[in-house]
Every structure is written in structure tokens, then in C-alpha cells.
Nanobody
Framework: QVQLVESGGGLVQPGGSLRLSCAAS????????VGWFRQSPGKEREWVTC????????YYTDSVNGRFTISRDSAKHTVYLQMNGLNPENTASYYC??????????????????WGQGTQVTVSA
């Protein structure tokens, strides 16, 4: 089983940047795809982006494409989410989760597991 720990959230002004980290420990994580999801109070958890197992492919929801970049460092067993051009609509708790299946990404939250505790991102002036 994989344990995930998210970090890097915080308060940022509109137009600013943050880099989130999703550190994995436990079973081999490099064989798994990793997705980032976000959730606001009273709303369902929604898919943001995903990176497949190696060699990695990346996928993004339309609203963040071109502003967010997902990457992974296999040596550190960590997946990163670089977020640029943040706006108040990006305010949410961000979670990472794993998905099995060779080089597969989906948008369905039920396909993912090993969720971390989340990290809060707040975009406000």
C-alpha cells in the first residue's frame, strides 16, 4: 500500500504561483498513475490533472491547461503540481491519489485511492 502526503499549499494573491508536492512512501509508487483533485466546501472532489506511470503522459482539465504543470521525480517518489496564474476560482483543498493500470489516467475520482490528507490553496487579494 502507498501512503501519500501533500504539501505546498498556502495563501497567494491572484496571478501568483504555488508548487504542490505529493510524496509517496510504502509500496512501489512509480508503477502507478497519480492524479490531483480539488475540493471546495459543499462541492464534489473534481479532477484537475494526472500523470501516468513511466514513461509519463500528462493530462489536464481545460480550465488549468497551460497554467498548471504536473511532473514526477521517481528518485524522490514525488509528484509535483506547479500552478501559475492562480485565480480565486482555484481556491480549494488539493488532494493526490494513485491509480493502477499501466499508464492510465481517468477523470473519475472513484478510480483513485491512497488519498493523502490534502493541502489548502487559497487565492485571495
Amino acid at each position: 500500500q502507498v501512503q501519500l502526503v501533500e504539501s505546498g499549499g498556502g495563501l497567494v494573491q491572484p496571478g501568483g504561483s504555488l508548487r504542490l508536492s505529493c510524496a509517496a512512501s510504502g509500496s512501489t509508487s512509480d508503477d502507478l498513475s497519480v492524479g490531483w483533485f480539488r475540493q471546495s466546501p459543499g462541492k464534489e472532489r473534481e479532477w484537475v490533472t494526472c500523470i501516468t506511470s513511466l514513461p509519463p503522459d500528462t493530462y489536464y482539465t481545460d480550465s488549468v491547461n497551460g497554467r498548471f504543470t504536473i511532473s514526477r521525480d521517481s528518485a524522490k517518489h514525488t509528484v509535483y503540481l506547479q500552478m501559475n496564474g492562480l485565480n480565486p476560482e482555484n481556491t480549494a483543498s488539493y488532494y493526490c491519489g494513485t491509480k493502477g493500470g499501466w499508464r492510465l489516467c481517468t477523470r473519475d475520482v472513484s478510480d483513485y485511492g491512497d488519498w493523502g490528507q490534502g493541502t489548502q490553496v487559497t487565492v485571495s487579494a
